[in-house]
């Protein structure tokens, strides 16, 4: 995949080209993680060379990159998944064989998403949205029937004491609740499926996440 696109960062049109990334970016790659997750956060949690390597041999068509003047400035990742690999409950560690994507599925129908990063000072870019149009679009190329992936819940701690995750989730769908993650996720056209418990480790979702479905409308 390769596209250029006009987005505006700071009130200013700039261009950015969306792409696959490649062994050649796996510094970049490890910038974003730096960047967006700066300490205290473990570094051993950021992606690895490892990790990239297996991307980009194993589904090099799920591993894409927000570049911005010879910067990479964001990415997401995905891998394809039978239907089998979903029976039960899964976690992110489960679903994701720990970032390695090891167990993917070329001939999954569902387009399972890993990871989605962009460095803070351009989250307000709409960078994310497109990264996520773009795995949309590889649902539609590549014939698979849907996308899906975890979205956290960071603000459900603040009502995790009289809230179920459940009625929390619900409740963002009607506009009670505002929630970082989830709601950026519904902007970008993703429906309510389910929720995960112990999903990650994640105090402010109390290790809760939303299942987050994008449904291939030719199918």
């Known amino acids: 995949m390769f596209k250029q696109l006009i987005v505006y960062a700071d009130g200013s049109p700039v261009e950015i080209v969306i792409r696959n990334y490649t ?44 570049e911005m003047n010879g910067r990479l400035i964001g990415s997401i990742t995905g891998l394809r998944i039978g239907d089998e690999q979903l029976l039960g409950n899964h976690t992110w560690a489960s679903i994701t064989d720990n970032g390695y994507i090891r167990n993917h599925d070329p001939q999954g129908e569902t387009l399972y998403i890993v990871d989605i990063c962009v460095i803070p000072e351009l989250r307000k870019a709409g960078i994310g949205k497109w990264l996520l149009q773009s795995m949309y679009e590889l649902v539609v190329h590549q014939g698979m029937r849907r996308l899906l992936g975890g979205g956290r819940m960071p603000s459900y701690h603040r009502y995790a004491d009289h809230v179920s995750p459940e009625q929390y989730l619900a409740g963002i769908v009607a506009g009670e609740y505002r929630d970082p993650v989830i709601s950026f996720l519904l902007r970008c056209g993703r429906m309510p499926v389910g929720v995960a418990a112990h999903y990650l480790e994640d105090e402010e979702s109390c290790n809760y996440a939303a299942l987050m479905e994008w449904k291939n409308p030719f199918r």
């Open 23 to 66: 062994a050649a970016d796996f510094a970049g790659m490890i910038a974003i993680q730096q960047a967006s997750f700066p300490p205290p956060f473990p570094s051993e949690l950021w992606w690895n060379e490892a990790q990239l390597l297996q991307h980009v041999t194993l589904f090099p068509d799920g591993a894409l990159c927000a």
